[in-house]
């Protein structure tokens, strides 16, 4: 099996790495839909406008009710203070959207990087206890083989956090290739169909 941490190619998995891809595992069935490259981009620019846009509202309405008790209290500086706030305000404006840009032109080089990604734009994917199922084709786990793994590791909110990222697997009529980045929910579903690989694994063995 081929192993890649950020991109780099490791000698295979480690007992460490593989206890940091180790977890428990959802009790029902996810499901996931496949997204083009396009898709994802779209996709993945939504969620920023919508994570970072409100972080920039939520700042300016600080902005703006300060100004008021201010204006309330010493109305003799409010002049000076408008023309402060309303600098602050487009300072703000302008380093969400330049935050905006570089975390999705990130995201955009991400996904132009990736190989064939497999599947095709809007085929479901579900994973459950019998197993793999892709456009309706299900696949059971102890049939499936591993033969690339990506692992990606990543600060967020002051801890590391390390999960799958891509899958290349076999079943032995077909290739089939899971990726978080090209995937709605797809980080979570990677992360469960590892697990449910390696205890099938550990099962059959």
Same mark, same amino acid.
């Given at each position: 099996?081929?192993?890649?941490?950020?991109?780099?190619?490791?000698? @295979?998995?480690? +007992?460490?790495?593989?206890?940091?891809?180790?977890?428990?595992?959802?009790?029902?069935?996810?499901?996931?839909?496949?997204? +083009?490259?396009?898709? +994802?981009?779209?996709?993945?620019? $939504?969620?920023?406008?919508?994570?970072?846009?409100? /972080? @920039?509202?939520?700042?300016?309405?600080?902005?703006?009710?300060?100004?008021?008790?201010?204006?309330?209290?010493?109305?003799?500086?409010?002049?000076?203070?408008?023309?402060?706030?309303?600098?602050?305000?487009?300072? /703000?404006?302008?380093?969400?959207?330049?935050?905006?840009?570089?975390?999705?032109?990130?995201?955009?080089?991400?996904?132009?990087?990736?190989?064939?990604?497999?599947?095709? $734009?809007?085929?479901?994917?579900?994973?459950?206890?019998?197993?793999?199922?892709?456009?309706?084709?299900?696949?059971?786990?102890?049939?499936?083989?591993?033969?690339?793994?990506?692992?990606?590791?990543?600060?967020?909110?002051?801890?590391?956090?390390?999960?799958?990222?891509?899958?290349?697997?076999?079943?032995?009529?077909?290739?089939?290739?899971?990726?978080? /980045?090209?995937?709605?929910?797809? %980080?979570?579903?990677?992360? %469960?169909?590892?697990?449910?690989? %390696?205890?099938?694994?550990? +099962?059959?063995?």
């Amino acid at each position: 099996m081929r192993v890649l941490l950020n991109g780099r190619e490791l000698t @295979g998995l480690d +007992s460490g790495l593989e206890r940091c891809l180790g977890g428990g595992l959802r009790g029902g069935p996810l499901e996931s839909v496949a997204l +083009s490259p396009d898709g +994802s981009i779209a996709a993945r620019a $939504g969620q920023l406008r919508l994570l970072l846009g409100g /972080v @920039g509202a939520l700042v300016v309405v600080l902005i703006v009710l300060n100004l008021a008790l201010l204006g309330a209290h010493v109305p003799e500086v409010m002049d000076v203070a408008a023309l402060a706030g309303v600098g602050a305000a487009l300072f /703000v404006l302008g380093l969400v959207w330049a935050i905006y840009a570089l975390m999705l032109a990130a995201h955009r080089r991400r996904v132009e990087a990736r190989p064939d990604p497999g599947l095709v $734009g809007g085929e479901t994917v579900r994973i459950d206890d019998a197993g793999l199922t892709v456009d309706g084709l299900l696949s059971p786990w102890t049939l499936l083989r591993v033969h690339e793994l990506w692992v990606r590791q990543r600060r967020a909110n002051e801890r590391l956090v390390i999960y799958p990222e891509r899958l290349a697997l076999n079943d032995g009529r077909r290739a089939i290739v899971l990726d978080a /980045v090209l995937q709605t929910g797809g %980080q979570a579903l990677l992360e %469960q169909a590892w697990r449910r690989l %390696q205890r099938a694994e550990v +099962s059959g063995g």
